[in-house]
C-alpha cells in the first residue's frame, strides 16, 4: 500500500504488463488487519506514513477497507475499526486481463484495487498502482 511516487518494490511498469493477468502484478500478501481490530489498531498501522489503506480480514475472508482519511482525530481509540470500514469496493480477481484492471482504475481514478478469489470471499491480494500511475508496485 505504498503511496511513493517511487516504488520501493519491485515495479511492474506499463509495457511489460501487456498479456498478464491481475494475479501476475497483485501484492499477494498485502499488510492485513483483523476484522475485529479497533481504531487504536488503525491508527499504529497508519504510523507508517506508506500505509494509506487497511485492509480488514476476517480470517481470510475479505470484510472492507479503512482508507487514512476515514480515521478522523474524534474517532476514540476503542472504537471497532469494522465500523470505518467500506465494504463496497471495487474487486478484481486474479485471473483479470492487467489491461482490464488498470482500465477500470484509470476511469475511476484510483489506484487500488482489491484481488478477490473466484469464491467471492477469500482476499487475494491488492493491485497496487504506482503514484506516477506507470506501473504496479509488487511484493
Known amino acids: 500500500m505504498m503511496d511513493s ?52 480480514v476476517d480470517g481470510l475472508e475479505f470484510a472492507g477497507v479503512v482508507h487514512r482519511d476515514a480515521v478522523t482525530a474524534d474517532a476514540a481509540d476503542e472504537t471497532p475499526a469494522r465500523e470505518l470500514a467500506d465494504r463496497d469496493v471495487p474487486t478484481t480477481s486474479p485471473a483479470t486481463p492487467l489491461a482490464d484492471a488498470w482500465r477500470l482504475l484509470d476511469e475511476r481514478g484510483e489506484s487500488r484495487l482489491v484481488v478477490i478469489d473466484p469464491d467471492g470471499r477469500t482476499l487475494s491480494g491488492l493491485l497496487c498502482m504506482t503514484g506516477d500511475r506507470t506501473g504496479f508496485c509488487q511484493s
Open 5 to 56: 511516487p517511487d516504488c520501493t518494490n519491485p515495479k511492474l511498469e506499463r509495457p511489460a504488463a501487456d498479456g498478464l493477468s491481475v494475479g501476475d502484478a497483485m501484492v499477494a500478501n498485502p499488510k492485513t488487519m483483523p476484522a475485529d481490530g479497533t481504531v487504536a489498531d488503525l491508527r499504529a498501522m497508519f504510523a507508517n506514513p506508506h500505509v494509506r489503506t487497511a485492509l480488514l
